[in-house]
């Protein structure tokens, strides 16, 4: 089966400057999540949705990022104005099942690379 | 909020030898537990994942990792490690359907 699919790859924008990204979940999965990966740390949940609803967004700036997965798919996710500590890896993963539902694994895609300046 | 502590940050070994990666998790409850590993240019993809039942769970590539309720801890285990297992390794709890991560571990395999 197709895995998730990311893009851009890489991005290098200036502070201020906005981007965005986009990511493909594997089809029929039904929540979708986007993290945030500074380097040497984690992945940090920024947003979930489940289906085109967002179930949680409690650690997205939500003065400077936005996110939207029209009609249950796709799904891309803003950013206006960059600042220089956004600079990370933007991973998106997608589950078959509902969030909350214990047994459900999450798929990674490859991430998009992001350097402000 | 749940936060995962791992830790070793960077662990070198030679090959055979036995491994052990610590994780802990701030507090119970009902929460599900996964290791994900990330080889060097990949995705990060799942190695093991605990829901419920036998606390000591087998994942691919011969890693197991032991749930220790008492202990709010999930370490992982490989008997005589390969090359082939330098990668970064997380470690994942999902509590209320939110994951919180740690921020990893480096595995160094010698040949």
């Known amino acids: 089966e197709a895995g998730v699919a990311q893009s851009p790859r890489y991005k290098i924008i200036e502070k201020r400057q906005s981007v965005a990204f986009w990511c493909n979940p594997i089809?029929?999965?039904?929540?979708l999540y986007w993290y945030q990966q500074i380097l040497g740390q984690g992945p940090k949940l920024l947003i979930q949705?489940?289906?085109?609803?967002?179930?949680?967004d409690s650690q997205l700036p939500k003065d400077r990022f936005s996110a939207e997965r029209l009609k249950g798919v796709d799904s891309t996710l803003k950013i206006q104005p960059a600042k220089l500590e956004d600079s990370a890896v933007y991973l998106c993963?997608?589950?078959?099942?509902?969030?909350?539902?214990?047994?459900?694994?999450?798929?990674f895609g490859p991430g998009t690379r992001l350097t402000v300046t | 909020a749940q936060s995962v502590s791992q830790h070793n940050h960077h662990v070198i070994l030679s090959e055979a030898a036995s491994l052990e990666l610590g994780c802990n998790y701030s507090y119970g409850g009902t929460v599900n537990l996964f290791w994900y590993v990330q080889y060097p240019g990949q995705h990060l993809q799942l190695l093991l994942k605990y829901f419920s039942g036998d606390p000591l769970v087998k994942g691919i590539k011969g890693f197991e990792a032991e749930f220790i309720k008492s202990k709010f801890s999930f370490n992982l285990r490989k008997p005589s490690v390969q090359w082939s297992d330098t990668a970064e390794y997380f470690c994942?709890?999902?509590?209320?359907?939110?994951?919180?991560f740690g921020d990893g571990t480096t595995l160094t395999v010698k040949p």
């Open positions: 993963a997608s589950s078959l099942g509902p969030a909350g539902v214990f047994g459900y694994e999450q798929y």
């Open positions: 994942a709890v999902r509590d209320a359907g939110k994951s919180t």
């Open positions: 949705f489940q289906n085109n609803g967002v179930v949680d």
């Open positions: 089809s029929g999965h039904a929540t």
